[in-house]
């Protein structure tokens, strides 16, 4: 049985979870996401434990359990004036910072300085953190896929998923473009998702980012999809954290909040006969 | 000798440092406050470490070293959403913090709870985080006055800044005001600032911010006079840090950004023969 039959649909469902990354990260990115929840067509998001406005989404989260929530797990932070780092203390996890005890920025600083146990420390404390909260996590994912870096750093994000009987987002795809590693990854009784949507700069410069949300949308094949934005608003806070990164920068952001809030949005979605599922649906099952 | 002689002015001077509080805060208070330098009647302010955004100032204060720059030193943080907490590990400071690891909300609160060891400790790890970034600290202050609450913690206060060999900012009145003990405090070979001047919320609340700040200049006494203002725009991000907290709130510092950018603070200035002085002017000669 495939996915969409274990979840009593039809072996040939256009399945999608449409998930907003980067819940925590700023008040716009909290606010367009919440409204995006509730009058979009958004159906899950993933919090980021090390930033500076998790309180505020934690809140949302613990008030909101109606809505998919997962951990945004996160190793990395590429921005250039907008800085954050572990959640537990640097003394403890000193591979994963910098000099200034900031997460590093790239992921191949990340894979070439952090280790292995160190890692695993730091992500325990995130998912540990949400959940002192009261935080009750519906799945894992992973703040700029730097989870993927290796196959040995993969399988952390793995088995915390078996620790905490939580599903973790992984395609396979995705992993193997990011990785940074000539070893072979082992994907045995890992649930993939089939399929990536995720906007791709060369159509933001162009000016088509929307048009090729829509074209997503109307070529979604059956299986199991899983459709990444970072809704926010193109305001001076936004525009700050991005500042010289316009690859998912605030202008970038501002368009996955329209559109992921729009009619045409909802009518491709009716169109195209798509069945939203939620990480939740999925916990259920794994 | 008088401050005023001391730094080779006439007895009776109306000597008068301008004084941003509460950079590092957010995106919106950094640019607010760098403009109200730059362009503005602004000519002191101070960061704080533990702030997501202080990094951002950071580098704007080790690029900018004209600019007197003193350490916010901060033990409470008043907000509702938006959360911080000491820069050291938690289990180090575990008296300083609540049960999420943030700081406590309320002089108050922080009194009732926080060992002077601790205070300490984290006082000399937030100085020390600023002077391993590159800054040159010119002088310290405390977020909300929190280090008056009682006269042992302020001997924390007036030891670091002997320590430091910096300038510590301390009014008697406005420590007198704030006091949660019954003990005396002891002010002997301290340098006083004589005069605060602040907006009070009575007259935020009457739309008479702006005038109080011109009567203010127009009645300021000879002696050291400080000005202390929080300097923001009433933007989102502003909005969403002060929610529910018009004391202090963003229209409150967005009032306080345009007038201390204004011709009429600046003509206020000069007709009220106000001789502008800064804390590295001070701490030169103590």
Redesign the interface.
Known sequence: MNLAQKLGYPENTKLLIIHADDAGL???E??ATIKALQNGSVNSYSIMTP???F??MA?FAKNNPQYDCGIHLTLTCEWE????GPV??I??VSSLVDK?G?FYKTRADFKNNAKPSEIKKELTAQIEKAL??GIQPTHLDSHMCSIGVTPEILEIYKELGKTYNLPVFINRQFVETIRLSDEEYNYENTLLADNLLIGYFADFEKGELQKSYERALDSIKSGFNVFLLHPA?D???MQ??TINHPNFGSAWRQIDFDFFTSNECKTKLEENKIQLITWRDIQGII
């Not at 004036?81 to 954050?84: D, Q, S």
């Open positions: 700023a008040h716009s909290n606010q930033c500076a406005w309180f505020e809140t004036n907008y800085k954050f537990l203390p003394s403890e200034n900031y002192q909260f608003f305001d001076s806070e700050g954290i």
